[in-house]
Structures are given as structure tokens and as C-alpha cells.
């Protein structure tokens, strides 16, 4: 059997592309690009998520200066004074306490003895400057955390008392 030389050589088979094969690749590269997004955007996300601490876990795990952060628990009887429109006071959970300066008005629940979260950022020293003081309005609203050490330790008010 000879091959006219006039005539081109056969063409190798090739697989021609069907509809199911062109929406199957849309579908991996619509779903690489969503991940892509997704990524991006938790890591963008990361540097303003602010955590909650207790006065624990900040002497426990330590807390760099500059770092923002939420912290709660117990306002310490007789620890809150004022330094013109400064008010000092500390929190605990009852194993530890943090020194918390917040300039602004604090709310009407605000008192010794009460539970409050401030967020604001830790400065050099260990004092915790707050931008901003929730002061709690019933059990519901402290931080699970902090009140289950004030529960542990057996200074847990229930409401009325």
C-alpha cells in the first residue's frame, strides 16, 4: 500500500471540546477565583479583628503595646478615680486585674463591683487605654469567660441580690 504523495499526512485524532467539558472548566476557574477572593479578603480581615481578653488571659499569654483588644470583667472596688476628664479604674476576673484609662463619658451601669467590656489598645507599661466602655445590664451580656471565673470563685451576684 502506497501513499499518494500529492495527499497529506492523516491528522492525529483530537478530542473536540463539548459543552460539558467548556462548563466544567468555567465551574473550577469560577471556583479558584471565588477561593482566591475568599483568602484575600480573611487576610486583609485579620489585622482588624478585635479579641476578647481577660485580665488572665493578658498576664497568662501577655499583650504587645499598640494592640487593639477588648477586655472585661469586674470593676475592682474603690480602684476608680479621676485625673481630670481621665477616669482610672481596674478590672478583674477575680485571679487577675488590668488598669484601664478611659477619657469620655461612661455609662449610666457603670459602678464598682459591676461588669464591663472595654475595647481600646494596651500602651506601654501594661495600662489598657480605652476608646470605648459597655457596662453590663444583666447576666447575659458579660463575656462567658469572665463569668465563669467570677462564678468559680464564688462572687457571682445573681440578679436581685
Avoid: C
Avoid at 485579620?46 to 503595646?65: I, L, Q, R
Avoid at 464598682?112 to 476608646?131: T, Y
Avoid at 445590664?137 to 462567658?144: F, G, K, R
Amino acid at each position: 500500500m502506497t501513499q499518494n504523495p500529492a495527499s497529506p499526512p492523516p491528522k492525529p485524532r483530537t478530542r473536540q471540546r463539548t459543552r460539558k467539558s467548556h462548563r466544567a472548566a468555567f465551574i473550577v476557574a469560577a471556583v479558584v477565583i471565588l477561593g482566591a477572593a475568599v483568602i484575600l479578603a480573611l487576610s486583609a480581615l485579620e489585622d482588624t479583628v478585635v479579641f476578647f481578653y481577660s485580665p488572665t488571659d493578658v498576664a497568662e499569654k501577655g499583650v504587645s503595646a499598640g494592640q487593639q483588644a477588648r477586655v472585661g470583667g469586674l470593676v475592682v472596688e474603690g480602684s476608680v478615680s479621676t485625673q481630670g476628664e481621665t477616669t482610672l479604674f481596674s478590672v478583674t476576673d477575680t485571679r487577675h486585674s488590668i488598669d484601664i484609662a478611659y477619657a469620655g463619658i461612661l455609662p449610666d451601669l457603670f459602678r464598682e463591683g459591676q461588669g464591663i467590656v472595654a475595647e481600646g489598645s494596651f500602651a506601654e507599661g501594661g495600662r489598657f487605654k480605652a476608646d470605648r466602655v459597655l457596662a453590663k445590664h444583666d447576666e447575659n451580656y458579660m463575656p462567658p469567660e469572665v463569668a465563669d471565673a467570677i462564678k468559680a470563685s464564688g462572687q457571682w451576684k445573681e440578679t436581685g441580690e
